[in-house]
């Protein structure tokens, strides 16, 4: 079956689903059982994971990526085939995305999916709060 949408009209429309990762989930329940303030997924330049709201009235924000889609130094590894797809679909578009987010006008953290599998990303976010709250 043909789309009845044109190629840039669907990716605009797909551009708009948001299906949570297990990852993202993981944060954001432990945040709920924590009580820690949080909107998931702000409408806002750069589109963050999640918005901290610490008790301050401070807002940080964090980035919660995949390992391969985000490229980790630790666990990024390219596929053997189709390495011109792999180069332009997954490493020169997290290029970009990274040289966009040094230019976004908040302060942010990105948690790494092996945080999020480890354990790490809780005392990175209390961490995070601890100081934030201090200052």
Same mark, same amino acid.
């Given at each position: 079956? #043909? *789309?009845? &949408?044109n !190629? +840039? /009209?669907?990716s605009?429309?797909?551009?708009? $689903?948001?299906?949570?990762t !297990? $990852?993202?989930? #993981?944060?954001? +329940?432990?945040?709920?059982?924590?009580?820690?303030? &949080?909107?998931?997924?702000?409408k806002? +330049? %750069?589109?963050?994971? #999640?918005?901290l709201i610490?008790?301050? %009235?401070?807002?940080? @924000?964090?980035?919660? *990526? %995949?390992? &391969?889609w985000?490229?980790?130094?630790? =666990?990024? /590894?390219?596929? !053997?085939?189709?390495?011109? &797809?792999?180069?332009? =679909?997954?490493?020169?578009? @997290?290029? !970009?995305?990274?040289?966009?987010? /040094?230019?976004?006008?908040?302060?942010? #953290?990105?948690?790494?999916e092996? *945080?999020?599998? @480890? %354990? /790490?990303?809780?005392?990175?976010?209390? @961490?995070?709060?601890?100081?934030?709250? *201090?200052?």
């Amino acid at each position: 079956m #043909t *789309d009845v &949408f044109n !190629k +840039e /009209k669907r990716s605009k429309i797909m551009s708009k $689903i948001h299906q949570p990762t !297990k $990852i993202e989930d #993981t944060v954001h +329940e432990w945040l709920a059982e924590q009580q820690i303030k &949080f909107v998931a997924y702000p409408k806002i +330049e %750069g589109r963050p994971d #999640t918005e901290l709201i610490l008790d301050n %009235g401070t807002r940080h @924000n964090l980035f919660i *990526d %995949g390992c &391969f889609w985000h490229c980790c130094p630790l =666990h990024y /590894k390219r596929p !053997k085939s189709r390495q011109e &797809f792999w180069i332009a =679909h997954v490493e020169e578009s @997290n290029a !970009k995305r990274e040289e966009l987010r /040094k230019k976004l006008p908040y302060s942010w #953290t990105r948690i790494w999916e092996h *945080d999020v599998k @480890n %354990g /790490k990303f809780r005392d990175i976010i209390s @961490n995070l709060i601890r100081r934030f709250n *201090d200052d």
